[in-house]
């Protein structure tokens, strides 16, 4: 059993909401002094079920208690909720400013202090549970989700409660829990289609890799592999050949000095030969014509009279001697570059040249030129061919691997197969219990539900439900299919056994206003029959105004009101803007 009873706050930011069994409506309701009319959207219906899941420790940015300004909330708001878990009368605390670590009382006084949410979850979730031993891993959070939609689901699916935002998976374990199908099974399907998912993209991966981009056929690689496995052991071959000899001992220190020594000279002389290119390339100096320089001697002269006392000869004069300077530097550095090339040239062939005669004396096999070369070339092919060996066998395990996974989930799904025969009992009685709901409220018995096992392998959720009602399809039957399913599931026989008796609904009855009559009727039924359940639903009261004054609505709206707000008189009280 699940029951909550009252929720609050310290300090009081919202007035404390007593709740009872039955059908506890949280109304939004106008009044004559609403500054803007008719309109009870925003009062705070949606925000004080937020508060709720909340309390119920959902993850703190998973709620719009988030989203509320810093300022706008006392940053020692302790949000409390007074409730039944089980067998246990219990208080959850928890702390805005400290949201991931919750404090529970017991109904003895006593306190346990949490350090992580999940901790807390998991005792809440092993007092809901602890008759329960279908349970199996399914979580306290899980089942409230379900049990507890988000409205920014839109209704829109009746297995999927969460938020459209999010994106999240379909989660049938909820479902099964309640329905009363061992989850074991379930659970293991689930495992291993998971573990196959990352296997095969691993695998996809490998086949990249091991195919250098599919540029090869996966078949064609063993032939690669023996190719690669002949030519890195010839060269393997050749440099032990070499190393062997008795003359290669003997010179092979001076091979690698002089390999060294050239390498470090072909560099300088690519400097050299970079550097007089650059000179060349610089443009020679502007030369100025004598006439533009007499024009521009003559009016300076003639601007200052006796203070220039040059002769224009001698303005050319010095004109010329700069321009020779100019011309000797450039002249001096180029003759200085080309000539330390030409030493270096002549180093590098001369180093050339005894390279060659020590080459010659340990070349015997006419397989290597040069010792840096050759080892280069061996360790190179020698890894490319062992990489290439290590990913091949490492993709022909995992495709092992596959293919035993793939036996694993056809086994798995078989099984999962018998389970749901095994309980053919329950999909019948299930379907029954849609069937009546629906015409009680719809008129009609159009309506049916079965299980759906997809064989299919590439089918990540092999396991749904497919529940059909007249004419679903349209956003407000898609409410009306969420509707009767959930109450299917509190209600029906063989699921009421599982079920705690729970159930929250934020704005699903936005429908046509008969199937809202309906809907209301049934759940004031269910406690006329005796049946004993928990049902909260937030609604806007203008849309029941007119049932109710003709007695249409046999639900006592007065006595299942919990709370009402209004524009003049919200949750918390105030005006915000969510951030």
């Known amino acids: 059993m699940f029951r909550i009873h009252r929720l609050s706050s310290e300090p009081e930011c919202f007035d ?24 009870v959207n925003g009062v705070g219906k949606s925000v004080c079920i937020e508060f709720l899941h909340f309390a119920l420790c959902r993850v703190f940015t998973d709620t719009r208690v988030s989203k509320i300004p810093e300022d706008d909330l006392p940053r020692n708001l302790v949000v409390i909720l007074d409730l039944t ?21 017991k109904n003895d006084g006593s306190e346990i202090v949490f350090e992580k949410l999940d901790d807390a979850t998991d005792y809440l979730g092993s007092l809901l549970f ?43 374990a909820p479902h099964l829990y309640l329905l009363g199908i061992e989850l074991n099974t379930f659970q293991r399907l689930m495992d ?64 690698s000095q002089i390999e060294s020594e050239l390498q470090r000279l072909r560099a300088e002389r690519k400097s050299l030969s970079f550097q007089i290119d650059q000179i060349r390339s610089i443009p020679l100096p502007e030369r100025i014509d004598a006439t533009d320089l007499k024009i521009v001697f003559e009016r300076v002269k003639s601007g200052l009279g006796e203070l220039v006392e040059k002769s224009l000869d001698q303005a050319k ?22 000539t330390r090339r030409r030493v270096v040239s002549a180093e590098i062939k001369t180093l050339s040249d005894k390279h060659a005669d020590l080459t010659r004396q340990t070349d015997r ?20 061919y062992h990489r290439l060996n290590s990913q091949y066998q490492l993709y022909l395990d995992k495709l092992k691997e596959v293919e035993n996974t793939k036996n694993e989930r056809s086994n798995d799904l078989h099984a999962m197969t018998v389970v749901l025969e095994a309980n053919n009992e329950v999909q019948q009685s299930f379907n029954d219990t849609v069937v009546a709901i629906h015409e009680r409220i719809m008129q009609s018995s159009r309506a049916s539900f079965r299980f759906e096992l997809s064989s299919k392998l590439t089918s990540k959720r092999p396991l749904t439900f497919d529940l059909r009602i007249q004419d679903d399809g349209s956003n407000s039957i898609d409410r009306d299919r969420v509707f009767i399913y959930d109450f299917a599931l509190m209600f029906d026989p063989i699921c009421r056994e599982n079920h705690p008796g729970f159930l929250v609904h934020d704005n699903i009855l936005e429908v046509d206003q008969d199937t809202l009559t309906q809907c209301l009727n049934f759940v004031h039924e269910q406690m006329e029959n005796g049946n004993d359940f928990q049902y909260i639903l937030t609604l806007n009261r203008d849309g029941i105004v007119g049932e109710e004054k003709n007695r249409g609505i046999k639900l006592d709206i007065s006595a299942a009101k919990c709370a009402s707000f209004t524009k003049a008189s919200q949750f918390l009280k105030m005006r915000y803007q969510e951030r």
Not at 85 to 105: C, M, Y
Not at 159 to 165: G, K, L, S
Not at 220 to 227: G, H, S
Not at 317 to 338: S, T, W, Y
Request: net charge negative; hydrophobic share 35%; proline share 5%.
């Open 85 to 105: 878990v089980g067998k246990e009368r219990l208080q959850i605390r928890r702390p805005i400013a400290n949201p991931n670590q919750p404090t529970i009382v």
């Open 192 to 255: 291993t289609i998971d573990r196959l998912d990352r296997q095969s993209k691993l695998l996809t991966e490998l086949k990249l890799a091991v195919t250098n981009g599919n540029a090869i056929k996966i078949q064609d690689v063993p032939t690669q592999l023996n190719e690669e496995r002949q030519a890195t052991k010839k060269i393997e071959e050749a440099l032990s050949t070499l190393r062997a000899d008795p003359a290669f001992e003997e010179v092979e220190a001076d091979l």
């Open 365 to 384: 096999q006419g397989v290597l030129s040069e010792l840096t070369t050759g080892l280069e070339v061996a360790t190179r092919r020698s890894d490319e």
């Open 16 to 39: 404390p909401i007593d709740f009872h069994s039955g059908v506890n409506l949280i109304l939004g309701e106008r009044t004559e002094k609403d500054p803007q009319g008719r309109k």
């Open 130 to 172: 602890e008759s329960h031993v279908n349970s199996g891993q399914l979580s306290f959070r899980r089942l409230m989700s379900l049990l507890m939609r988000d409205e920014r689901s839109g209704f829109k699916s009746y297995i999927n409660p969460n938020d459209t935002a999010r994106r999240s998976p379909d989660d049938i």
């Open 317 to 338: 004069q010095f004109k010329a001697e700069i321009e020779r300077f100019q011309q000797a530097l450039r002249q001096e550095e180029m003759l200085e570059l080309e």
